[in-house]
């Protein structure tokens, strides 16, 4: 089989970032462990678009502040553009790899990773507590092959796709010829 059959594609890096200590450590992870793949990434921290606010450290410290100071009317508007940026990305993927806690609730990546089951795009769960933790209704949402322990069991699965030695459930990767990507 040919390899590279992931290169171009395009694959949102879903995760918590406002209750977590280093949100980019996974996602730099990821990005250098398949950078060899051609798979074009799109992380949060570094949106693609135009006029993107990057969700930094001091990004996360400015919105702690204003729900902190009631400034709740600031906050709604920013969140809103975060938002509608972050589900226009996961629209324009073609896969996901999202990174969650059983113990800490994270609604955007909920959002994001349950938007794009909807689409029916092929999701890479990494449960940071193991598949034993994962909460019960992840299990009535996505397929069971679809829920890891660890990233770099992650990491493994798409090499092995991309290389052509595991293959595609093509019910949900519905990815282009490599010559309309």
């Excluded at 450290?57 to 809103?80: F, N, P, Q, S, T």
């Excluded at 992840?138 to 069971?144: A, E, K, N, R, S």
Aim: hydrophobic share 40%; with cysteine; glycine share 4%.
């Amino acid at each position: 089989m040919s390899k590279h059959l992931l290169r171009r594609t395009k694959c949102y890096l879903a995760g918590n970032i406002e209750n977590s200590n280093a949100p980019n450590y996974w996602r730099d992870v990821v990005k250098n462990e398949l950078k060899d793949t051609g798979i074009v990434f799109f992380d949060p921290l570094k949106k693609p678009f135009l006029d993107s606010v990057n969700e930094d450290k001091e990004h996360i410290a400015r919105l702690i502040k204003l729900r902190a100071e009631g400034g709740y009317k600031d906050l709604a508007k920013i969140m809103r553009k975060i938002r509608v940026e972050d589900l226009s990305l996961v629209d324009r993927s073609d896969f996901l790899i999202a990174s969650i806690s059983a113990r800490t609730a994270s609604w955007g990546t909920a959002e994001e990773v349950f938007w794009a089951n909807r689409m029916k795009k092929p999701i890479f769960l990494v449960v940071a507590e193991g598949r034993k933790a994962c909460p019960f209704w992840i299990f009535g949402t996505l397929p069971d092959d679809q829920i890891y322990d660890n990233l770099e069991d992650v990491v493994a699965d798409i090499k092995k796709l991309d290389a052509g030695e595991k293959s595609m459930d093509l019910s949900r990767w519905k990815i282009f010829r490599e010559e309309y990507r």
